[in-house]
C-alpha cells in the first residue's frame, strides 16, 4: 500500500516562531488532508489539498503533487497550536493513510 | 450543519464480549468510514460504506464488522473482544473526497 512519511516526528517551539512541516507520500493520490488532533482526540480538519496551495489565517498549505511531498506552514505559533498534526492520503477508494503525525510542543 | 456524532463516546467491557459502536454522518453526507487509533498501531482504516455497501476494507480481522443504514447511519461491531482491541475508533463521513471526522468512542477492554 501507499506509505506516508512525516517529519519531523516531534518539534519544539517557542511561542512566535515559525514552523514547517513536511510529508512525503510514495504514490499519486486523489486526496490529501492535514489534521490538528486535539488532546481530547478530535482530527480538525486543516486543509484538504491533493495539489496547489491554500492558506487559511496563520496557516497555509502546498502539495507538489508530481513530488509526491506537502508542507504545512504554520506562523506565528501560539501554546493553542499544541498538539499532533497528522497528513492523511487516499488513492481512489482506498480509505485514507495517515502518517505517525508530527507532535508539535509551543512553549510560552 | 451538524457535525459527525459518536456514541458512546466511552465504553469499558470485558474480553470475549462484544460491541456495537454508532456514528450519524453530516447531513447529505453517503460515504462513512471507520478507523482505529492505538499508540503501537497508529491510525489504520477499517472499512467503507457508501450507499449501504462496504466500498472498501482495511486489513483487520473479521470480528470486525460493519453496516449502513438506509439515513446513512453506520454502526461497527467488534466480536470476542480482545486486549488489544483496545483504542480510539473514529468515524468519518465524506460527500465525495474530503473526509469530516468524530470526536471519536474510546473502547477499553479490561
Known amino acids: 500500500g501507499i506509505q506516508v512519511e512525516q517529519s519531523p516526528p516531534d518539534l519544539i517551539l517557542q511561542e512566535g516562531a515559525n514552523s514547517t512541516l513536511r510529508c512525503n507520500f510514495s504514490d499519486s493520490v486523489n486526496n490529501l488532508q492535514w489534521f490538528h488532533q486535539n488532546p481530547w482526540g478530535q482530527l480538525i480538519n486543516l486543509f484538504y489539498?491533493?495539489?496547489g496551495t491554500k492558506q487559511n489565517g496563520r496557516l497555509s498549505a502546498t502539495t507538489v503533487a508530481t513530488e509526491r511531498y506537502s508542507l504545512l506552514y504554520i506562523s506565528s505559533s501560539q501554546t493553542t497550536d499544541s498538539g499532533v498534526y497528522f497528513c492523511?492520503?487516499?488513492?481512489?477508494?482506498?480509505?485514507?493513510?495517515f502518517g505517525k503525525g508530527t507532535h508539535l510542543i509551543i512553549q510560552p | 450543519k451538524a457535525g459527525v456524532t459518536q456514541t458512546p463516546r466511552y465504553l469499558i467491557k470485558t474480553r470475549g464480549q462484544q460491541v456495537t459502536l454508532s456514528c450519524s454522518p453530516i447531513?447529505?453526507?453517503?460515504?462513512v468510514s471507520w478507523y482505529q487509533q492505538t499508540p503501537g498501531q497508529g491510525l489504520q482504516f477499517l472499512f467503507e460504506?457508501?450507499?449501504?455497501?462496504?466500498?472498501n476494507k482495511g486489513n483487520f480481522p473479521g470480528r470486525f464488522s460493519g453496516r449502513q443504514f438506509s439515513n446513512s447511519r453506520s454502526e461497527m461491531n467488534v466480536s470476542t473482544l480482545e486486549l488489544g482491541d483496545s483504542a480510539l475508533y473514529l468515524c468519518?463521513?465524506?460527500?465525495?473526497?474530503?473526509?469530516?471526522f468524530g470526536p471519536g468512542t474510546r473502547l477499553t477492554v479490561t
Open positions: 489539498i491533493p495539489s
Open positions: 447531513s447529505g453526507h453517503r460515504s
Open positions: 492523511a492520503v487516499e488513492r481512489g477508494a482506498d480509505g485514507l493513510t
Open positions: 468519518a463521513s465524506s460527500l465525495r473526497y474530503e473526509q469530516y
Open positions: 460504506y457508501f450507499s449501504e455497501t462496504q466500498r
